[in-house]
């Protein structure tokens, strides 16, 4: 919308030529004296605000432009970089870069309560580690795995397919038995996993 303009003996084919840069109690429109009730930002970082009254916030509103002065290119990197909420992404199929214990998650909703990346859990369990530097979680671990410390995740890798061949239930008929034992064994190994995962 083009709108002519007459402000200090000047016109003006844009209406935002002559917008100030911050707000006040009246109107910010040039020669409006009507009470300034309706934010508007000053520029694209949205971090200042001016103010003006109905009939101008619907000017200023109608010729307002986001991405003014950004190149097409800026734009297209814009529309892609919003799709994901501005978060990284990786292709589907590569290395996931997020690690439990060691990537920082800010989540101040509590979605990640109970999950691997529960940043208070963790540091919990890790206060609550005995002199040994071991959880009970990771003794009893040890315990299921027949493993003793120190460990290395080239050892413990080794005795956890050690244990698949031999107690996983399609070596062994079928049976529930199995099928527990693995639960058990598969427990152990991810908490031992995370366990050195943290520790380097």
Same mark, same amino acid.
């Given at each position: !919308? ?13 209406? #935002?030529?002559? /917008? @100030? ?24 970082? #949205? ?9 101008? &916030? ?13 190149? @097409?290119?800026? &734009? ?11 978060? @990284? ?13 060691r990537t920082k998650v ?23 580690? @005995? ?19 120190? #460990?290395? /995740?080239?050892? /413990? ?24 034992? !693995?639960?058990? &064994? ?5 908490? /031992?996993?995370?366990? #050195?995962?943290?520790?380097?």
């Amino acid at each position: !919308m083009t709108q002519q303009v007459r402000a200090h003996g000047r016109a003006h084919s844009d209406p #935002l030529d002559e /917008l @100030p840069t911050t707000g006040s109690e009246t109107c910010a429109w040039p020669g409006c004296r009507e009470s300034g009730e309706h934010r508007a930002p000053t520029d694209r970082t #949205l971090s200042e605000y001016q103010f003006f009254c109905l009939e101008h &916030i619907r000017v200023f509103n109608a010729a307002w432009n986001y991405n003014a002065g950004l190149s @097409p290119e800026e &734009i297209e990197d814009e529309i892609r970089r919003s799709v994901t909420w501005e978060r @990284p992404t990786w292709r589907i199929g590569g290395e996931c870069r997020f690690q439990p214990g060691r990537t920082k998650v800010h989540d101040p909703f509590g979605f990640a309560a109970g999950t691997a990346f529960d940043e208070t859990a963790r540091k919990d369990a890790h206060a609550a580690r @005995p002199r040994s530097g071991r959880t009970a979680a990771e003794d009893k671990a040890l315990k299921v795995l027949d493993l003793t410390a120190p #460990l290395t /995740l080239e050892s /413990l890798r080794y005795r956890y397919k050690t244990l698949v061949k031999q107690h996983h239930p399609d070596a062994n008929g079928g049976s529930r038995e199995a099928e527990k034992r !693995m639960q058990v &064994i598969n427990e152990a190994y991810r908490t /031992l996993r995370e366990a #050195l995962s943290t520790a380097h």
